[in-house]
């Protein structure tokens, strides 16, 4: 998949949202994670002195190193590679650290991430960090341009897709043919295409309809009348597939409600006792 700006152009060629955070979210989830790590940082920092209190100052360095590395580095590394990007901060906030082809995160990122977090962050107390993720598209820190990540959202308002009518010249067609099993990643590619149709390059949106649905006759039989666009194809596969759906679910209903009633009542038309 090729990224572009803020969107991911999948293989069929339909743009989809990536749902960039905000680096205002960022700088809030990273406020949660200092308080989280920080403080356990502290607390580890001052018992580790104590306890090498009488050693000489390598030993007391050494020490402190120790407890930073584990704290700032080790701790957030391990968090985000068994939590998939997530963190106490994250979590909060709706995010999520993906690769930028939207996949989830390894050890690898993780590790870029915290190891370079130590001077973009806390060693220059943020500034760094906030300045470049300012002057990037998808509010990027350095270790997400060097980890090749970035923080997505994964918590907020939905937006409901638009409902798929039928062409009325198609309805009668459609309703008597046999239509196979649509993959699942093809169907909602095809509806996804129809949403966003109206807002695409009219040259795009010839070349990517007619690419649809020309793989969408393939699971169709009979073919659609001669000379039918390719959308009002796909629209009325998509609906009708959609309405032998929504009947299977409603007789599957029907059919539990009915055996539901015959475990109740009882054999032979014994009536039920009255209390």
Request: aromatic share 6%; net charge positive.
């Amino acid at each position: 998949m090729d990224t572009v700006e803020d969107e991911i152009l999948t293989g069929e060629g339909v743009a989809l949202s990536t749902g960039a955070a905000a680096i205002t979210n960022r700088m809030l989830s990273g406020l949660i994670d200092l308080i989280v790590y920080g403080l356990p940082s502290m607390a580890l920092l001052y018992f580790l002195t104590a306890a090498t209190m009488f050693a000489n100052a390598a030993a007391q360095r050494a020490t402190a190193i120790a407890a930073m590395v584990i704290t700032l580095v080790i701790v957030p590394t391990i968090v985000e590679t068994l939590s998939r990007g997530r963190s106490v901060g994250r979590l909060a906030c709706g995010l999520r650290v993906v690769r930028d082809d939207g996949g989830p995160i390894s050890f690898r990122h993780a590790f870029i991430r915290a190891l370079t977090g130590l001077v973009e962050i806390f060693g220059t107390f943020g500034i760094l960090a906030i300045t470049v993720a300012v002057l990037n598209a998808r509010a990027k820190r350095i270790g997400d341009l060097l980890a090749g990540t970035y923080a997505m959202r994964v918590r907020g308002p939905k937006r409901a897709l638009p409902p798929i009518e039928a062409p009325p010249h198609l309805v009668t067609w459609v309703s008597a043919a046999d239509i196979l099993r649509l993959p699942d990643g093809f169907a909602l590619t095809c509806r996804m295409f129809l949403a966003r149709a109206a807002s695409l390059h009219p040259g795009s949106r010839a070349r990517l309809g007619t690419e649809l649905g020309a793989r969408m006759a393939e699971y169709v039989s009979p073919l659609p009348p001669e000379g039918t666009h390719p959308e009002h194809l796909i629209a009325a596969v998509l609906w009708e597939r959609g309405q032998r759906e929504a009947s299977i679910e409603q007789r599957r209903a029907v059919r539990a409600e009915d055996e539901a009633a015959r475990v109740a009542r009882l054999p032979y038309g014994v009536p039920d006792a009255v209390n």
